[in-house]
């Protein structure tokens, strides 16, 4: 079993920066990929950025230039650095990280509890 434990969300003023962590923990033989979903009220979730197990990134469009995933392997953690922050960002922000437990085993996808990112005009 593998838990995730998010951290790092909370109220900030439009311009603001805030930086969110996930680590996981438990049963863990590798991680892929790791990334950031976020849904705001009455939206779909929708991908916020991700980063391979290589250090490969893809980001929303609505957020290149703005936000930054990172990873640190020995850590099983991964980071998003949101900067000039906007209301629009506002959403519950869910990390997910495809993890292995064996070296034989299939690849499972963990999702976190959500931490909640308001952005005040």
């Known amino acids: 079993q593998v838990q995730l434990v998010e951290s790092g969300g909370g109220l900030v003023q439009a311009g603001g920066s805030l930086r969110l962590s996930c680590a996981a923990s438990?049963?863990?033989?590798?991680?892929?990929?790791m990334g950031w979903y976020r849904q705001a009220p009455g939206k779909q979730r929708e991908l916020v950025a991700r980063?391979?197990?290589?250090?490969?990134?893809n980001y929303a469009d609505s957020v290149k230039g703005r936000f930054t995933i990172s990873r640190d392997n020995a850590k099983n953690t991964v980071y998003l650095q949101m900067n000039s922050l906007k209301p629009e960002d506002t959403a519950v922000y869910y990390c997910?990280?495809?993890?292995?437990?064996?070296?034989?085993?299939?690849?499972?996808?963990?999702w976190g509890q959500g931490t909640q990112v308001t952005v005040s005009s």
């Open positions: 980063i391979t197990s290589g250090g490969s990134t």
């Open positions: 997910n990280v495809r993890v292995t437990t064996t070296s034989w085993g299939p690849e499972t996808l963990y």
């Open positions: 438990g049963t863990i033989f590798s991680i892929n990929t």
